[in-house]
């Protein structure tokens, strides 16, 4: 079964430090999403991709966090300087060629610990 | 504003009993829901949703557009249902953004 790939699982960084995070989606799907899940809350959508242009980035804290898919394939979400309030759960997700609401697939997500 | 509302943190349940995981939301328009389950040290995955009209591991969901819910029910629970879940809504059809509740944690118990 296909699937949405995500590293590092973990990272451990300090405060002010830069931090990226890759992730792969499913081979040919043109819909790429980075969610940030906090402990204990529901995941939220950071940023959403079609191919490589930027559909949604409304709740991206633009002055710390980036993120791009130049090629329209694998994406990195950047953050500089992180911040003790980053720590969370990134959380990558695709879906098949154009928007849908059919659901998506995620990947197994980045655990961020901001020290 | 669109919010998706998941009121128990915590339902605790009996193997065999029935189980009624709630979830309202407010949305305007015409929602698409979703039920999202993610097992003990697995990824978050798609469960069931609406519009298919589908009932996944005995699970079902009926859209209540007067209520504005859509609980999730199962008549008998099972050990391996516990796990978190999660109700989530897109309401703009032309972007597939989710909105998610805060979750719910099943434990059911032998």
């Known amino acids: 079964e296909a699937e949405v790939a995500q590293s590092p699982r973990y990272k451990i960084t300090e405060k002010s430090q830069a931090v990226a995070f890759w992730c792969d989606p499913i081979s040919g799907h043109a819909t790429l999403y980075w969610y940030r899940q906090i402990l204990g809350q529901g995941p939220e959508l950071l940023v959403q991709f079609q191919d490589e242009s930027v559909v949604d980035d409304s709740q991206l804290p633009k002055d710390r966090f980036s993120a791009e898919r130049l090629k329209g394939v694998d994406s990195t979400l950047k953050i500089q300087p992180a911040e003790l309030g980053d720590s969370a759960m990134y959380l990558c997700?695709?879906?098949?060629?154009?928007?849908?609401?059919?659901?998506?697939?995620f990947g197994s997500g980045t655990r961020l610990t901001v020290v | 504003a669109q919010r998706v509302t998941q009121p128990e943190k915590l339902l605790s349940v009996f193997k065999g009993a029935p189980v009624e995981l709630k979830c309202n939301y407010s949305?305007?328009?015409?929602?698409?829901l979703f039920w999202y389950v993610q097992y003990s040290r697995q990824r978050l995955q798609l469960l069931l949703r609406?519009?298919s009209r589908e009932s996944i591991k005995g699970f079902t969901a009926d859209l209540n557009k007067g209520e504005t819910s859509f609980h999730l029910k199962k008549p008998f629970a099972q050990e391996e249902d516990s796990a978190m879940y999660y109700c989530?809504?897109?309401?703009?059809?032309?972007?597939?953004?989710?909105?998610f509740g805060q979750g719910t944690t099943l434990q059911v118990k032998p």
């Open positions: 989530a809504l897109s309401g703009l059809s032309n972007t597939g953004k989710l909105i």
């Open positions: 949305y305007s328009g015409s929602p698409e």
């Open positions: 609406h519009i």
């Open positions: 997700a695709s879906s098949p060629t154009g928007p849908t609401n059919y659901g998506y697939t």
